[in-house]
């Protein structure tokens, strides 16, 4: 199987879009792990993606701006809220590459409804915000639904200079055009586009996190293996295609 080559800012592959939003003030956190260990975690139908033998697992906490379908405005209010997700990375059996998220917090609870019974994402409600003091992040979020109940997230970055030339770990990371689901029986896969990610190198300051274990992974041994920040980028999606 030839599996897509990883590019930082391919042409959008699909006419038209089902769904708009921006992500804004971004940082990743990555851990190595094993493909074994996340492969019964993915949908069927796809296999762990990797780079050298290793695969990922990251920590992104974010904020969610202007969700909106197709063309339309954004829908005020509901449309921007802050999110924390804890993504693995896969491969199908077109080669074709992509996200799996194993959880997404946001502090909206209709978006995560929406989320949770259209396309089977496993968005859950939390209460989150972001702290900023100059070139320092805080990520704040604590789980209210549903279970488990009360499981937290801090982390504090320091912001730093530029990437200006993204290794091949930072592309395989963050060069990802769309996300692999388990909805209804079916595996399908959710195109998106966006321009490249302006990518800031980043010092992990705290981390005090039960998400990823909350996902059903073991606890990360050691600091993350990549800290990136980014000011955000305009996203689109394209309408969702059945892998299997």
Known sequence: MDIEPIAAAPEQAFRRAVLRQRWQDATFLHWAVAPEVVAPLLPVGTRPDTLDGVTYVGLVGFRMVGVGLGRGPGVPYLGSFWETNVRLYSVDHTGRRAVVFLSLDA???LPVLVGR??????YLWSAMRLDRDG???TYHCRRRWPGPAGATSRMTVRVGGPVDDPTPLEHFLTARWALHT???GRTLRLPNWHPRWPLHRAELLHLDDELVTAAGLPAPSGPPVSVLHSPGVPAVFGPPVVVR
């Open 117 to 122: 019974v259209s396309l089977r994402l496993p």
């Open 182 to 184: 388990s909805a209804y």
């Open 107 to 109: 502090s909206r609870l």
């Open 135 to 137: 070139d320092r992040y």
